[in-house]
């Protein structure tokens, strides 16, 4: 039994079975993402004046890194724009172009996550410090010779494991211009363990904004490999199809198109909420 409306659209409805498929799917992660980014804003509309750590609810979004979440933007716009001359390229049964758009569609997502992956890693070896005495200040931590972080889970220190392990004292490089009264540039300091009464990371787990900035942008990440894996699929092992059916083969690489326009829409709004709000 041959299942109708594959390749050719439907005379009501103009649309053929995946590209209905697609907009339905597109539509619930519309109400996925929608729902993170009301419940950001609304956390964010709330959260206290100040600066961050100096008042613990202020909101540190001032800590990512806007240059290159730029820079990972254009790489995005980009693909938006090689996947779209790969599918016309189809249209004029120009196969060799194809590939070639596609192929730089898959660097520019790679390129994205291996971006991604060092903003993380940024992250995860970035510490808040917090003294008995009041003092509060961010900066770079470093115990027995070694800077702790997350890449390696028996590294990723923090005051509980301080406190039940041998070391007596820690150095630290503090941020330029940040805590009570501030410092004139990257001020290098020994602390005595007893003297801390909070220490972690830039983690899900230190503050509301990493706990939602590691969600929204692992999320999308995620939805980034996935799309890149099918779009690869397509454009190698899956590309026989071209052969046997010009016109489904094409239909697919459209429907792909469409979720990669979506992940793409994701991020131009994830930008400037997360990144300059």
């Not at 993380?120 to 900066?139: I, P, Q």
């Not at 363990?193 to 904004?209: G, K, M, Q, W, Y």
């Not at 900035?213 to 995620?222: M, Q, R, W």
Request: hydrophobic residues 50%.
């Amino acid at each position: 039994m041959e299942i109708p409306y594959t390749d050719k659209a439907r005379p009501d409805t103009g649309l053929y079975n995946a590209k209905v498929g697609i907009w339905l799917f597109l539509a619930s992660e519309i109400m996925l993402f929608g729902a993170l980014f009301s419940s950001y804003i609304m956390l964010r509309v709330g959260a206290a004046a100040g600066v961050w750590p100096a008042v613990k609810l202020a909101w540190p979004h001032h800590l990512l890194n806007v240059p290159i979440g730029t820079f990972n933007t254009a790489v995005l716009i980009t693909s938006s724009v090689t996947v779209v001359m790969a599918w016309a390229s189809l249209k004029m049964n120009n196969f060799r172009r194809f590939r070639m758009f596609m192929v730089i569609t898959i660097l520019c997502a790679f390129a994205f996550l291996g971006i991604k992956s060092y903003e993380y890693n940024e992250k995860f070896t970035h510490y808040e410090l917090r003294l008995k005495d009041g003092k509060a200040m961010t900066g770079h931590l470093e115990v027995n010779g070694k800077h702790p972080g997350f890449w390696s889970p028996s590294d990723l220190w923090n005051l509980p494991r301080l406190t039940s392990s041998n070391v007596t004292e820690v150095k630290f490089v503090a941020d330029p211009m940040e805590g009570h009264g501030g410092h004139a540039n990257h001020e290098e300091m020994t602390v005595k363990v007893d003297e801390i009464s909070h220490l972690d990371a830039f983690i899900p787990r230190n503050h509301t904004f990493f706990a939602i900035y590691f969600t929204i942008t692992a999320l999308h990440g995620l939805h980034v490999l996935g799309g890149a894996l099918v779009l690869a699929y397509f454009t190698f092992p899956g590309a026989g199809m071209w052969k046997t059916n010009p016109e489904q083969f094409t239909n697919r690489i459209e429907v792909g198109g469409l979720f990669w326009h979506f992940v793409d829409l994701v991020w131009i709004f994830l930008f400037p909420v997360v990144y300059l709000l």
